[in-house]
């Protein structure tokens, strides 16, 4: 490798390289370069002469002398019209006297055209060095292809005391954004600013305004990725010799140019005159969207449509884009064969919105007519039978019309057609049954004419499996252990256990390195509630413990003292911190726990700003159907004013800055001023992460600051919620059959499930003709159902009758999840399958006992205090692996307890009662601790309960031993008090045993 110690040096090595490995020409500047039009013109009519000589020709006959100023008039005028550029115009080339002339030649799709081939070949890749755009300005770098230029370079080495910020500062300060090399749209389509180590581009120079964004490739793998380059890939190269080797290259650039660059308009309505106008912007993929792109084609063009992809992409990552390329480029897509891959490709999205997007997107690629096809609200299942059954290669529609339409029906007549199925936001939307539905879509149809419903459950589970003729590209943030397995890529960990990985990631710790997006735990801010609860009745009647904490736990969320207090923080945290922010334009969301809530917390906002007259804060609330408070009905309609549509819009604009939400709005919403996040509703996992990250979009040119006050979840939980999609997520376990026999077995070991009723079911579900139920159908399924109710009712007290609906509703999610993933068929288990999944809709175990709380309890001594700024402002921890659910479907075992008990409880978790923030764990810590000693596990093994009950307290100690790091002062407590001991692990004695004797 050869030493570069000035930028002369690393000019010169880049120019060596092109012109020894990639066909380049050098030219020179003082002899090629025509400033006025950014041209090397004897370049482009070499290339016109050598592709075009017939037309050629007639021009001159017509032009005479003055052939090549026509044409290069003609050229700049296509560029320079409204509406147009360069890119569209070398695309597009120009019509000049009723003659087409190409400006370039497009790689084919096949290599059956000869002349096409030929004329690929004969585009003029060129370079120059030292470009004097004028008397005063010279540029390091600038690549040309048939004349025209459309990369330029400013190099710096770090060899001589300088670095890519240097070259962003030259670019920014000392070039002139309307030198026609660097004409926004009419010049240079992409300006590169590069040191050996790191590249940053831009597609318009705007002096000081000018954004740079980066160009790497990401350092490191799994959990190690992160922003920047591998200093050490293996290549005996500079680190940045992917823009030499890759980039550079000829088929590289004219792919980029011709499948990847275009303008995307958007339409912008001035609020105060009304005047419309179109904002442009040039669009250059990042490298990891071109990466993506390029590497899921490359194996779909070897595996067909064998198959399925998932695509980790962080927010921030330019998804919609990256997709609308995808999709374009899979619709031509040919396999080695020569052979078309997909003869359509749908893009399903849970978004209408993003419909428009990429639809905007892929015309913006690509100007042919009739490409794509939107199944919008407008459209019927009708519409989207004559897409599916006409030509139309791209159909964009979403999930929701997707999945509620009989889409097999409509395609079972198209099992001749391969189909590739893009999915914007794989969640728990796309397994699972919903996902059955999509694939039930576009299955193959292998029934004979007559079939019985033993056939037809048959063709069902044949149709469950991966479809030979569909390949499903599933993008998201945050895979699901589910999604990894449907659509992840298997391997091989060090251990040599299977583990399923996403094809292609993009994280979320790169995207906020990169300044895509923002670290939205950087500012944690935890409220504590303190309040006392009393009884208002003198009986102690018995409550089931978790159902009379939710009644607790929303009785406290709801009342009037707590609220006010609340909104009271929030209003003052806002006007004070956040308001300012954004030059003013900052606005807030506030999650809330329940639609009433929301309703609630409105009302007490709207009377806290009116009482103190402020005229700066002003909210807007969302939630969906109708609440019922105090014999009033409220919508989000009727207490913002105007239709739910509107709000995204509205809420946009200047004259609202706060956001209540009830489930809504805290996915797939982009709404970049949002600085501030009030959380006052319990998150958890995946739903952590996509309600938090409503805060993570960056708000060019502001240098944004987010904070988040939660009043209900910790900083440390957050953490945790996010650690698996930080790096990469990989799914660690997976689900066999063997398991789901093993459930099987356990549900038939009750004998409530009669095969007769089973078979009866099964019959009218899944009837030959698939005509629709009748009501004697209808009762006699309801018959059957009820009357495995019954026996479950009548012959099983509460544990075992909640110990057979957690084995259904782990037999239900692995059958569903194992149809999907493999191709098993098995028709009596299918038929298994429909009852338990119908019969789980008719089993509720359990209840609160039939007592209200409501007028007997009071909440009083409201507090909320502030627990500090909680926030990590460092580095976050990864955890990548996750585990698939399978069986363990969690259902925690009720213990039933006085009420003053559950009080005495409550209270001191806020803050009355022993070491209230540690006993809220400690239990928890408890009860690991007794699972998973040896001792416990071999007597529970060789005993019954009763006998089992004797050693228990003599073989806790160990245990407790164990969790004195933990918490010591606790622990010493169980470990020096029997009294206290016996009456802690007496809470869990049942459980464990029950547990430990399920593990053996």
């Keep these: 490798m050869k030493i570069i110690g000035t930028e002369r040096d690393y000019q010169r090595y880049i120019i060596d390289y092109l012109i020894d490995n990639n066909g380049y020409i050098e030219r020179k500047c003082k002899t090629n370069y025509d400033r006025t039009t950014a041209m090397d013109r004897e370049l482009l009519f070499r290339f016109l002469n050598t592709t075009q000589p017939d037309t050629m020709a007639a021009l001159r006959k017509i032009y005479n002398g003055q052939t090549e100023e026509t044409i290069v008039k003609f050229i700049l005028q296509s560029i320079d019209n409204k509406g147009s550029s360069l890119i569209e115009t070398l695309k597009s080339g120009i019509e000049i006297s009723n003659m087409h002339l190409d400006l370039l030649y497009g790689k084919p799709a096949t290599d059956y055209n000869i002349d096409l081939v030929a004329k690929y070949n004969a585009n003029i890749f060129s370079i120059m060095e030292e470009v004097w755009i004028n008397d005063d300005q010279r540029i390091d770098l600038v690549v040309f292809l048939n004349g025209f230029a459309i990369a330029t370079f400013e190099l710096k080495c770090q060899s001589a005391g300088q670095n890519y910020r240097m070259a962003i500062k030259q670019y920014s300060e000392d070039r002139d954004p309307k030198n026609r090399l660097f004409l926004f749209k009419a010049g240079a389509l992409v300006n590169f600013a590069m040191d050996l180590d790191t590249c940053y581009m831009t597609t318009k120079l705007d002096g000081l305004g000018t954004r740079f964004i980066p160009f790497n490739r990401g350092r490191g793998e799994g959990v190690n990725t992160g922003e920047g380059n591998p200093l050490d890939d293996g290549v005996d190269d500079y680190p940045m010799h992917y823009m030499w080797d890759d980039i550079l290259r000829r088929d590289s650039l004219i792919e980029l140019i011709t499948k990847f660059v275009f303008i995307q308009r958007e339409q912008v309505v001035d609020e105060l005159t009304g005047k419309k106008s179109v904002k442009e912007k040039l669009i250059f993929p990042r490298y990891h969207q071109r990466d993506a792109v390029r590497q899921l084609l490359a194996d779909a063009e070897y595996n067909g449509t064998q198959l399925n992809y998932l695509i980790e992409h962080s927010a921030g990552s330019g998804k919609t884009n990256t997709i609308a390329w995808l999709a374009h480029r899979l619709v031509s897509l040919h396999d080695t064969q020569n052979q078309i891959v997909y003869d359509s490709v749908l893009v399903i999205t849970d978004r209408v919105v993003v419909d428009r997007q990429l639809q905007d997107a892929i015309k913006g690629i690509d100007h042919k007519s009739g490409l794509v096809c939107t199944i919008d609200d407008k459209k019927t299942s009708a519409d989207l039978a004559d897409a599916l059954k006409g030509n139309y290669k791209i159909i964009v529609t979403t999930i929701q019309k997707f999945l509620y339409v009989d889409f097999w029906k409509l395609a079972q007549n198209q099992n001749n057609k391969t189909f590739a199925i893009i999915i914007d936001e794989a969640h728990s939307s796309t397994s699972g049954k919903d996902m059955i539905a999509v694939k039930n879509t576009l299955g193959q149809n292998e029934g004979p004419e007559e079939a019985d419903a033993q056939d037809a459950i048959e063709n069902e589970i044949q149709r469950h499996g991966k479809a030979p003729n569909v390949s499903v590209f599933a993008f998201t943030a945050t895979p699901k ?56 009745i003198e009986d102690d009647p018995e409550m089931k413990t978790i159902a009379a904490k939710r009644q607790i736990a929303r009785y406290i969320d709801l009342f009037d003292d707590n609220i006010n207090q609340r909104v009271n923080i929030i209003v003052e945290h806002f006007r004070s911190t956040v308001m300012q922010e954004l030059g003013g334009q900052a606005k807030a969301m506030v999650i809330t726990a329940s639609r009433e809530a929301a309703v609630k917390y409105r009302q007490a906002f709207e009377d806290y700003v009116t009482r103190h007259n402020y005229k700066d804060v002003k909210a807007l609330v969302a939630f969906s159907g109708k609440v019922k408070i105090e014999n009033t009905e409220y919508t989000e309609p009727s207490m913002n004013g105007f239709a739910e549509d509107k709000l995204p819009k509205v809420f946009d604009g200047d004259e609202y800055n706060v956001l209540l939400v009830a489930n809504k709005y805290q996915v797939g919403f982009d709404q970049p001023k949002l600085c501030a996040m009030y959380v006052l509703k319990k998150l958890r996992g995946v739903n952590a992460v996509q309600t938090l990250s409503r805060l993570n979009r960056v708000c060019p040119p502001f240098d944004k600051k987010v904070v988040v006050m939660d009043f209900v979840n910790h900083a440390e939980e957050m953490e945790e919620a996010f650690a698996p999609f930080y790096t990469t997520t990989v799914l660690s376990n997976t ?29 009218i579900v899944y009837n030959p003709k698939g005509k629709r139920t009748t009501a004697k159908e209808d009762r006699l399924v309801y018959q059957c159902i009820q009357r495995a109710v019954n026996v479950l009712k009548n012959q099983f007290n509460e544990d075992h009758q909640r110990a057979f609906t957690k084995n259904c509703r782990g037999f239900v999610r692995l059958y569903e999840f194992l149809s999907m993933a493999s191709s098993f068929g098995d028709p009596e288990l299918h038929k298994k399958y429909v009852f338990v999944n119908l019969l789980l809709t008719y089993l509720v175990v359990g209840n609160s006992g039939g007592i209200s709380l409501k007028d007997k309890i009071q909440a009083t001594n409201f507090v909320q205090e502030s627990q500090g700024d909680k926030g990590n402002k460092q580095r976050h921890a990864s955890a990548p692996n996750v585990k698939l659910s399978g069986a363990d479907v969690g259902l925690t075992v009720d213990e039933v307890k006085h009420l003053s008990e559950i009080i005495d409880e409550v209270n001191s978790r806020a803050g009355k009662g022993y070491d209230s923030s540690a006993m809220t764990k400690v239990m928890l810590q408890i009860k690991d601790l007794l699972l998973h000693s040896e001792k416990l596990k071999t007597s529970a093994k060789n005993n019954t309960e009763q006998d089992f009950e004797f050693s228990f307290y003599d073989n806790t100690d160990d245990a407790l031993i164990e969790g004195l790091a933990q918490n010591q002062d606790f622990f010493s407590l169980l470990l020096s008090n029997d009294d206290i001991k016996h009456r802690v692990l007496g809470v869990f004695l049942h459980e464990v045993y029950k547990e430990l004797r399920e593990q053996q």
Excluded: C, W
């Design 481 to 536: 252990p589910m999604t990894l397995r449907l659509f992840g890529r298997e391997s091989i960990d060090a251990d040599g256990n299977p583990v399923y990985q996403p094809f292609h990631l993009y994280s979320m710790k790169q995207a906020i390195e990169e300044g895509y997006i923002l670290d939205v735990l950087q500012n944690y801010i935890e409220y504590k509630t303190y309040f006392e609860l009393n009884k208002t």
């Design 735 to 763: 689900a066999t059959i063997a398991q789901l026999r093993e459930l099987e077995n356990k549900i038939d070991g009750y004998n409530v499930l009669d095969d007769r009723d089973v078979d009866t079911v099964a019959s």
